[in-house]
């Protein structure tokens, strides 16, 4: 049986990824030299690897409410939290990958109007080709690394999330380089 307070830790998993990410950037404000965007990157790292060493042991439960899964849920949509508010307290350039089911019903509004058209003065015809293009790079590199994430899974199982992890860890050293700017 599973304690009633892993609900409300499921339940504010999330939350806490949004906080903790919050909390890491004030502090880094008040150390010189440390990036927000190095820190995020390795805090979700950090929650990431410890998902996947919770994931591993929890494949080999046989119930769904054991403490392995549940702990892997919320370490899961604690990191979600993480870079989901990565997204908003450390200004880059471009859209937002944390949106993309937003982004896709955008482009297939777009792309439907650019297809068969529609009363759209000259300008305005411009206007949503523009927006479509600036979204495809993203769309495109969404659906690759969806369908790349889901083979390597049915391939590899969680040891696929190696793969993100070492691109994290680039990241965080990249965004730690003093050509890099992107502090908030």
Not at 140 to 158: E, K, N, Q, W, Y
Request: glycine share 8%; charged share 15%; proline share 4%.
């Amino acid at each position: 049986m599973v304690p009633a307070c892993w609900s409300s830790c499921l339940r504010n998993a999330f939350i806490l990824g949004i906080a903790l990410s919050s909390l890491v950037v004030k502090s880094v404000h008040r150390r010189r030299g440390v990036r927000a965007a190095r820190m995020l990157y390795l805090l979700q790292t950090v929650l990431l690897a410890v998902f996947l060493a919770a994931g591993l042991q929890a494949v080999r439960t046989t119930t769904v409410d054991s403490p392995w899964v549940l702990a892997t849920g919320a370490l899961g949509a604690t990191a979600m939290g993480v870079q989901n508010a990565h997204a908003r307290l450390v200004k880059r350039a471009g859209i937002s990958t944390t949106v993309m089911t937003g982004n896709v019903m955008q482009a297939v509004l777009d792309g439907i109007d650019l297809r068969f058209g529609g009363s759209y003065e000259p300008a305005e015809k411009r206007v949503v080709r523009e927006r479509f293009m600036a979204r495809l790079p993203a769309l495109l590199g969404f659906a690759i690394g969806a369908t790349g994430g889901a083979l390597s899974h049915a391939r590899v199982s969680l040891w696929a999330l190696l793969l993100p992890l070492a691109l994290l860890l680039f990241m965080a050293w990249r965004a730690g380089r003093p050509s890099m700017t992107t502090t908030p």
